[in-house]
Nanobody
Framework: QVQLVESGGGWVQAGESLRLSCAAS????????MGWFRQAPGKERDIVAA????????YYADSVKGRFTISRDNAKTTVFLQMNSLKPEDTAVYYC?????????????????WGQGTQVTVSS
């Protein structure tokens, strides 16, 4: 059973940084894609960034390019999302997700495994 546990959310002011972590367990993740999604109140859950575990290929939503960086620690089976220059519009619940895939799925339906989410609030 795949388990994903996020941590690192919180409240920050605009321009500050946060680093989210997603501890993954229950599988060998070498053939998996790991994604970060976010969902603001009243909005859909959208992909923020994703990484293929074995190749390290990455994807970023246009809204976060140049500000967010996704990375992985193979030894700890942990995926990180470094978020810099945060904006109020980044406020959302952030979810870690996993799927066994070669290409990176961009929609939430492509990910069968999800964490519980962590709140990120950015004040202006």
């Amino acid at each position: 059973q795949v388990q994903l546990v996020e941590s690192g959310g919180g409240w920050v002011q605009a321009g500050e940084s946060l680093r989210l972590s997603c501890a993954a367990s229950g599988r060998t993740f070498s053939s998996y894609v790991m994604g970060w999604f976010r969902q603001a109140p009243g909005k859909e859950r959208d992909i923020v960034a994703a990484i293929s575990w074995s190749r390290g290929n990455t994807y970023y939503a246009d809204s976060v390019k140049g500000r967010f960086t996704i990375s992985r620690d193979n030894a700890k089976t942990t995926v990180f999302l470094q978020m810099n220059s945060l904006k109020p519009e980044d406020t959302a619940v952030y979810y870690c997700a996993a799927t066994r895939a070669v290409l990176i799925p961009l929609g939430q339906q492509g990910y069968p495994y999800w964490g519980q989410g962590t709140q990120v609030t950015v004040s202006s």
